[in-house]
């Protein structure tokens, strides 16, 4: 059982940047294929970002360019740059370990 641990989001005017970060318990996080979701009010959760452990690398085609997945995996971490957030940006975002372990979410607001 991994746990996995976000931080940062909050609210931040259209053009800003946000960094999330997901920290996952246990040793295995190098072999993990790392995810990020969001979910925004009545809609569905959808991808956003993922990174295998080999750094391949895939996007939501409405982010790609502006947000940028890594992971650390001596931190076992995984990081989401968002730059240039739009108001549609607006969700609770969440990491996916393994395609099995979740994060708690974060919100993120993207507002004048």
């Known amino acids: 059982q991994e746990q996995l641990v976000q931080s940062g989001g909050g609210s931040v005017h259209p053009g800003g940047s946000m960094k999330l970060s997901c920290v996952v318990s246990g040793s295995m996080f190098s072999s993990y294929l790392m995810e990020w979701y969001r979910q925004s009010p009545g809609n569905e959760r959808e991808f956003v970002a993922s990174?295998?452990?080999?750094?391949?690398?895939d996007y939501l085609g409405s982010v790609e360019g502006r947000f940028t997945i890594s992971r650390d995996n001596a931190r076992n971490t995984a990081y989401l740059q968002m730059d240039n957030l739009r108001p549609e940006d607006t969700a609770v975002y969440y990491c996916?370990?393994?395609?099995?372990?979740w994060g708690q979410g974060t919100q993120v607001t993207v507002s004048a």
């Open positions: 990174i295998t452990p080999y750094e391949k690398i």
């Open positions: 996916c370990a393994g395609r099995k372990w």
